[in-house]
């Protein structure tokens, strides 16, 4: 895949696990690259390694605004209405992108804010239990999925618009991200089921093996530390982006829900056989393994992969096809 | 610690992931080590490897009786029955211990069949997804808790039953292990939380995210991969595990049950606030690190240590002490 430069300087704001790592990787890749911080230390710690970060948000933008600059929304949900209010005000041409791990809520206030035709959604799937800047790594995006999201193509966007769903592509593929594009409500359909429900079920696991005491936390081994992982999240992150995504866990939730109250009737009953449960549960994870390539040749992607041409006639089609396939794409 | 040699040689049943993985331990020490395997495939790999193991039940358990050796259990829980049997018949005077990750079941056979005296239960906390002798590895012991049951400590045991208790000990401290003593009951009701709850979860959400199709599938990242991984085990040895803890399993799904339907009602009220499954998990998560050092220094346990004389007048009380605080035991 020929992946070509991003046309623009990017201003990064937040400087946490994603901005941060985004701005190690765009910078190693000589991209004009900036951003601002809110939180002095990590801002401090940023520029002793040389980066070009401030904490002041208004100058940030109107150095983004004067450069023609790509902003990337990389705060956390909560700090995203005020950052486009900012935006709006200081740097008022200035395309736009996030990397949220909800879709709609965003868009929502996009929306609101009339920002349709200059934004672009995005969500790396990429993270560690860690955060802030301390955590930011290069080579954090190598082969995530990275979705873009296209809802405004169905609007006759303008050619701005193109060019600049374009360069958010091309910013992901460069740091070694696969993209998938997808329409918000999907994303957050999916992301629910992937990514905040298992969530959900890290912290119930994790009291329900502390309420074991001493002996319990003394016996658990490799199956508790990892379904207890992202227990260990930023408690405020993992809030944020379960309850913004409310309808859509709630539908996963509710079906997990019934999977385990059928595995509690099966396991009560008489013949006490969860072969239901378990064989169904192994196959759908060989299925995800064989996609994403867990037990595969490591750096062989199992999406497939769609090639297409951003404001071709057909494209829209296309890109409902791979959303629908879950493949990344190449553009051309 | 200074570890005393088994003072016996070792005869393992079964050689799969575990079983295959304490042979090849305790070879690399120069304990006298033999086993049996079922399948001719393992076994051929094995003896090809230069270890001394057979697909003959009966000439292995003659050569065990004639060498005094201890007996390890190492198949899944519905060979043990027959096994047993096997022993009463072939090696009437070795002593045996397990590797089974439910004890209750166990020792009611063991009870069956008029064994107590010559049995202590044993649960090495170790393991990956995969099974089966080419899973098995050196070293996949280390640092891992390894259960020790001490119910037959209160029937007045014979000196050869503690004698038997501490060979049990020093075996599995030999390979790396820290020893936890505890009563079959309570193992089971720890077990139940913290792996035999995870593996239920994980078939759960392997299937609710498979349920999202090939978008949801694409997506799925580390937090899912983390928390499906055991998904990946074999049903069938997940399968026996769980149903036969069927009691405290019950116990702790049902508690799961009621977290996941308290944040159910709190994400779905007008609050729309989740703070109290997150903060608590998360802080349940913290202890469970700082119990077993993940984020400690590596090769340094968080478990407390107590050192016991076994067979002494207040023994059994401290292995009561032991088993509450989840402690390490070294015996002198």
Known sequence: MTIAKISRPVCILGLGLIGGSLLRDLAAQGVDVFGFNRSPSGATAATSEGFSVSTNLIEVLQRAESAGALIVLATPMPAIGSLLDAIDEHAPTCGITDV??????????????????????????????????????????????????????????SDSWVALWIDVVRMALSVGAEVIPTRVAQ?????????????????????????????????????????????????????????????????????????????RAALASPENDLSLLIDTGYRSRIRFEARTGVSGISGVSGRPVLRLHPGAENWISQLEQAENLGARIDVF
């Not at 868009?107 to 609101?112: E, K, M, P």
């Not at 490799?222 to 992150?237: E, I």
């Not at 944020?240 to 995504?245: H, L, R, V």
Request: charged content about 15%.
């Open 187 to 263: 994303h957050d359909e999916a992301v629910a089921r992937i990514s905040h429900l298992p969530h959900i079920f890290a912290e119930a696991l994790a009291i329900t093996g502390d309420n074991g005491g001493a002996l319990a936390l003394s016996l658990a081994a490799g199956s508790f530390r990892d379904s207890t992982r992202v227990a260990g999240s930023h408690p405020s992150l993992v809030q944020a982006m379960c309850e913004n995504n409310r309808e859509a866990l709630l539908v996963a939730l509710d079906e997990a829900l019934t999977l385990l109250h059928d595995a």
């Open 100 to 157: 949220v791990s909800v879709k709609a809520e965003v868009y929502g206030l996009v929306c609101d804010h009339g920002m349709q035709d200059r934004y672009v959604g995005g969500h790396p799937m990429a993270g560690t239990a860690d955060s802030g800047w301390s955590a930011s790594l290069e080579g954090l995006f190598e082969g995530a999925a990275w979705v873009v999201t296209f809802d405004h193509a169905y609007n006759s966007p």
